[in-house]
Nanobody, 115 residues
């Protein structure tokens, strides 16, 4: 089991920035994709950004050019730098570590963007 803890969520005005962090509290193996998902009320959880162990990144179209995912060299922390935030970015953001046999989630951190 890998415990993931997100932080950094806040209330911010449109156009502002936030940086989310996710800490993996336990050592792990067999994980090859680290990612951020979000879920707004009444909507399905969606992928925001991901990074592979090798460093390949992937972004949702709605956040390209505004969000940047990064990770530490030991993969124990990942970050999501969010710039030019929009009200539609309002959601609970979840950290995810996954591999062929594993799928770990954090409890989420709330991001609210006011117009």
């Amino acid at each position: 089991q890998v415990r993931l803890v997100e932080s950094g969520g806040d209330l911010v005005q449109a156009g502002g920035s936030l940086k989310l962090s996710c800490d993996a509290l336990d050592s792990f193996s067999g994980i090859n994709v680290l990612g951020w998902y979000r879920q707004a009320p009444g909507k399905q959880r969606e992928l925001v950004a991901s990074v592979t162990i090798g460093g390949t990144t992937n972004y949702a179209e709605s956040v390209k050019g505004r969000f940047t995912i990064s990770r530490t060299a030991n993969k124990r922390r990942i970050f999501l730098q969010m710039n030019t935030l929009k009200p539609e970015d309002t959601a609970k953001y979840y950290c995810n570590y996954r591999g062929p046999r594993y799928d770990y989630w954090g409890q989420g951190t709330q991001v609210t963007v006011s117009s």
